[in-house]
Structure formats: C-alpha cells, structure tokens
C-alpha cells in the first residue's frame, strides 16, 4: 500500500486541469476507449485557459507535473502554455454532447502504468465528476481569442496518442491484466484495496 500511497501522491497532488482543442475525423475520436493507456510521443502543447470549445474534440488533460513555459518565455503566460514530454495518460472519461466530444486524460508517471490500467479509485470518480461539469459549462462558452492564432493551432491540431493515420504509439493490449482493483484514498492520504467482484468495480 506505501507504493499505492506513493504513486497516487505523485500523479494527484498539485493536479491541474489544461485545454487543447483541435478538430479530428470520427475514425480517430473512435479510437479512444475509457480506461485505456495511451503515449504522446514528443511533447504535448496545452493551455490553462479554458474558453469555448475551438474545434470539435477537447481534450482536458489533468496533470501535477507540467511545466509553465511563462517561466522561459513572457508571451506563453498570454496563452497559458503548459507542456508535457513523452507524457503517459489513461483516458478516464468520454463526453459526447452537440457534436462536439470532450476526452479526459490524467497523466501518469510511467511506473505506474499497470496500477492505473488494473484500477480505479474515488480519486478519479471525483476528478470526472468535475471534468464532466467543466464540459457542461465550457460547450457554450466564447472562444478565448489568444487561443484563435495559427500557431497555437498548428501546436495542437494532432491527436494525442496515436499517428494522423491512427496508429497508437502505446500498445495497451500489452499491459498485463489482473484482477480489477478498487482503491479509496482517505482524506489522510492512505490507500485502501477494497475487494470486489470484477463485476462490481466496472458497473
């Protein structure tokens, strides 16, 4: 459980919410399955601002690790640009509304990938419930006009995970499976393994 605690320590805390819209054929938004694993090769562009849906996919991409890139550069801090190198994510939540769909995505550390492929946790339940609230009250939303610029465009016009063809970089069939695991965390930080039939962990 200490490792459980520790991972979970690394992946949630500090975790903050990131946009980046594109626009994608259904073919490749079909490709994404809950509770898959998926690999962003190279880096990942995202930003802290989160206007109006910009194109017809949004992914949200919740992360403790990305980086400000204000910090190197004045003119990011307009945009928000936050991001993410050869960055591991599980998709934790579909939303579908309008023709417009938005894809949740936690980022996590490498080490970690068979603990989150073989679980879920009242962590996660509780940071969709806040995704599919912020979808709701997002969809409608202006557009953030820093966000409307070509070059932003062109940084985040490629689907996250797979090629333009729709060949995944991550294998996830790989991941060896076990017997689904349901993990609480207490408001004190501990981790709980609560024992389910497989059956009820994925109602």
Do not use: C
């Amino acid at each position: 459980m200490k490792r459980i605690e520790s991972i979970f320590n690394e992946t949630f805390s500090g975790l903050k919410l990131f946009y980046r819209d594109t626009n994608l054929p259904e073919n490749l938004i079909s490709n994404y399955k809950i509770g898959q694993i998926i690999k962003e090769k190279g880096f990942t562009d995202m930003t802290r601002l989160g206007g109006g849906l910009s194109g017809n996919l949004r992914y949200l991409i919740a992360s403790a690790d990305a980086k400000d890139l204000s910090v190197f550069n004045p003119d990011s801090a307009k945009i928000g640009h936050y991001l993410l190198a050869d960055a591991f994510f599980k998709v934790l939540d579909i939303q579908e509304k309008d023709s417009k769909t938005q894809i949740f995505l936690l980022h996590i550390p490498e080490n970690s990938i068979p603990l989150f492929k073989n679980s879920t946790s009242n962590i996660e339940e509780e940071i969709i419930e806040k995704a599919e609230k912020r979808f709701r009250e997002k969809i409608n939303d202006a557009l953030i006009p820093e966000l409307q610029t070509e070059d932003w465009k062109e940084r985040t016009k490629l689907p996250i995970g797979m090629s333009e063809s729709g060949e995944m970089f991550f294998d996830d069939s790989k991941i060896k499976l076990e017997s689904p695991k349901r993990i609480e965390i207490n408001k004190s930080g501990k981790a709980i393994e609560v024992k389910k039939p497989w059956w009820k962990v994925w109602q």
